[in-house]
């Protein structure tokens, strides 16, 4: 597609449900990455695809976060027992070639906890 | 751990000016820098990339420079308009691909 696509765009989810978020990254991007901002505070990394795999998990907050790429292409953000310390919003980006491109974000997916 | 330190948190200028946005970092080992504007409820639209081999980038009347070796970037603006209102954010890439943020500077240019 012509951009990083992102959904749902608005969530509202009540404590204790599990949640996915999806992003439907540039076609032709092997680099996929999940961020996630909350309310005041900058930009989190969370979780690094190249392909399929994700070489770097690092930023996963707890083991109730999760993801998956498949076919190179759509990512999928898992969150389970959502607590309301995970409302924020949750940017995916895709890239190229990180060093020749930069990075292009999706809008985002505002997730609320309840 | 790489740090990312963006000066100042907020702004409000009249329209018109010139003005400057800063950054530092502290790991002048970093594959490329770039510059996003982020609009309220919205994502990040990229501004300007800088390689680490280059010293700066240009695009209208936006001008990023680099200076590696002292962990610094500034963002430059000329003749700012209230549509440049927004929030500006740093970031930095490293051998770890993914990229480090600052904490942003929030701009308000005053009609």
């Known amino acids: 597609g012509a951009g990083v696509s992102q959904s749902p765009s608005n969530k509202v989810t009540e404590k204790g449900k599990d949640v996915e978020l999806r992003c439907d990254p540039i076609?032709?991007?092997?680099?996929l990455y999940w961020y996630r901002q909350s309310l005041g505070q900058g930009l989190e990394f969370l979780i690094y695809?190249?392909?399929?795999?994700?070489?770097?998990k690092s930023g996963l907050p707890s083991d109730r976060f999760s993801a998956e790429r498949t076919g190179g292409s759509v990512s999928t953000l898992t969150i389970q027992r959502t607590q309301q310390e995970d409302s924020a919003v949750y940017l995916c980006?895709?890239?190229?070639?990180?060093?020749?491109?930069?990075?292009?974000f999706g809008s985002g997916t505002r997730l609320t906890v309840v | 751990k790489q740090e990312v330190t963006q000066i100042p948190a907020a702004l409000s200028v009249p329209e018109g000016e010139n003005l400057v946005l800063n950054c530092s970092f502290t790991?002048?080992?970093?594959?490329?820098l770039q510059w996003f504007r982020q609009d309220p409820g919205k994502g990040l639209t990229s501004l300007l990339l800088?390689?680490?081999?280059?010293r700066e980038q240009t695009s209208g009347r936006l001008n990023a420079s680099l200076d590696k070796s002292s962990g610094r970037s500034t963002l430059y603006i000329a003749a700012s308009q209230p549509g440049d209102s927004a929030t500006y954010l740093c970031?930095?890439?490293?051998?770890?691909?993914?990229?480090?943020f600052g904490q942003g500077t929030r701009l308000t240019i005053n009609p």
């Open positions: 076609s032709g991007h092997t680099a």
């Open positions: 790991d002048s080992a970093i594959y490329n």
């Open positions: 970031a930095v890439s490293g051998g770890a691909q993914k990229l480090v």
């Open positions: 980006a895709s890239s190229l070639f990180p060093g020749d491109r930069g990075y292009t």
């Open positions: 800088i390689q680490s081999s280059q």
């Open positions: 695809f190249q392909g399929n795999s994700a070489p770097d």
